[in-house]
């Protein structure tokens, strides 16, 4: 049977003051309490040690991982790749920190990544990133032209920023979007506008942009439903950062509560899921 697997950012966790929590056992609690399947590690190459640091707490929670990584060179995406293998990783989202000029120079960066992820047996897949070799949209979609192995990750909150695209997007966008959607194997959840990466959801001005997103994770969960078999698991991951992501006033505080805002999102996305049930 296909289920749905709801991972939570670490980034997302704060008090209600709005002071984010560091404390990783309270954080982790707090989303297993939560009913969250797992969660996302973000490392840099500095950070393998610290990551480990995890898998044990999240083995006593029950927690999944993904693990997403920001490589800047070959030898940095083996030992990355291979960290998140020891965490037992789900798969593996990369943000890869390369920067080809043209789609000729990316394709053997990404096709020697998707080999050497194959080599430790570890699921890759790239992520709709800005500043990174996924940084424009139509650039990526020449990539997935130019290799079929190519899967996503996709986030599409960067591509609406990084073109701009306010709601309604037309018919042109929702075709390119539909073409991302049909290569992207996990979605990662947050809402941004035509100018601000992560906007507050429950502010009215966002509204149509919210539906826009909403729109793009019922389409993410009908395409891949169809295209995947009975017995997988779909990873979803609210995907809150704190600042700079999120919109803050004169004082660095920020304008919304990000932990709340994730639990809207859980529960909106499993609202679309039920809703796919045969």
């Known amino acids: 049977m296909q289920t749905l697997k709801v991972y939570q950012s670490l980034w997302a966790m704060q008090d209600a003051s709005g002071v984010p929590i560091t404390?990783?056992?309270?954080i982790l609690d707090r989303i297993a309490d939560a009913g969250f399947s797992g969660v996302s590690?973000?490392?840099?190459?500095?950070?393998?040690?610290?990551?480990?640091?995890?898998?044990?707490?999240?083995?006593?929670?029950n927690l999944e991982c993904q693990v997403n990584i920001f490589p800047r060179n070959d030898n940095e995406f083996v030992e990355l790749i291979k960290f998140a293998?020891?965490?037992?990783?789900?798969?593996?989202?990369?943000?890869?920190?390369?920067f080809p000029l043209n789609v000729s120079g990316a394709i053997p960066i990404i096709r020697n990544w998707i080999n050497l992820a194959a080599d430790v047996g570890m699921p890759l897949l790239f992520e709709t990133h800005r500043n990174c070799i996924t940084n424009d949209m139509f650039f990526t979609l020449e990539l997935l032209d130019s290799i079929p192995e190519m899967n996503l990750c996709g986030d599409f909150s960067h591509y609406v920023l990084n073109r701009e695209l306010q709601p309604p997007i037309g018919k042109t966008f929702e075709q390119l979007f539909d073409r991302l959607i049909q290569r992207s194997f996990s979605f990662q959840g947050r809402v941004s506008s035509h100018?601000?990466?992560?906007?507050?959801?429950?502010?009215?001005?966002?509204?149509?942009?919210?539906?826009?997103?909403?729109?793009?994770?019922?389409?993410?969960?009908?395409s891949w439903r169809r295209r995947m078999s009975d017995d997988d698991a779909l990873v979803f991951l609210c995907e809150l950062g704190p600042p700079p992501y999120a919109i803050t006033n004169a004082d660095g505080e920020e304008l919304s509560d990000r932990w709340a805002e994730a639990l809207t999102i859980k529960s909106r996305v499993e609202q679309y899921w039920r809703a796919c049930e045969p």
Not at 41 to 61: A, F, H, T, W
Not at 86 to 98: K, Q, W
């Open 23 to 26: 404390d990783k056992e309270r």
């Open 41 to 61: 590690i973000d490392v840099d190459i500095n950070e393998v040690s610290d990551g480990v640091l995890y898998k044990p707490l999240l083995e006593q929670r």
């Open 85 to 98: 293998k020891e965490m037992d990783a789900r798969f593996c989202v990369t943000v890869g920190m390369v």
């Open 195 to 222: 100018q601000q990466i992560q906007v507050p959801i429950n502010f009215p001005q966002y509204n149509d942009h919210l539906k826009l997103y909403h729109w793009l994770w019922k389409r993410g969960i009908e």
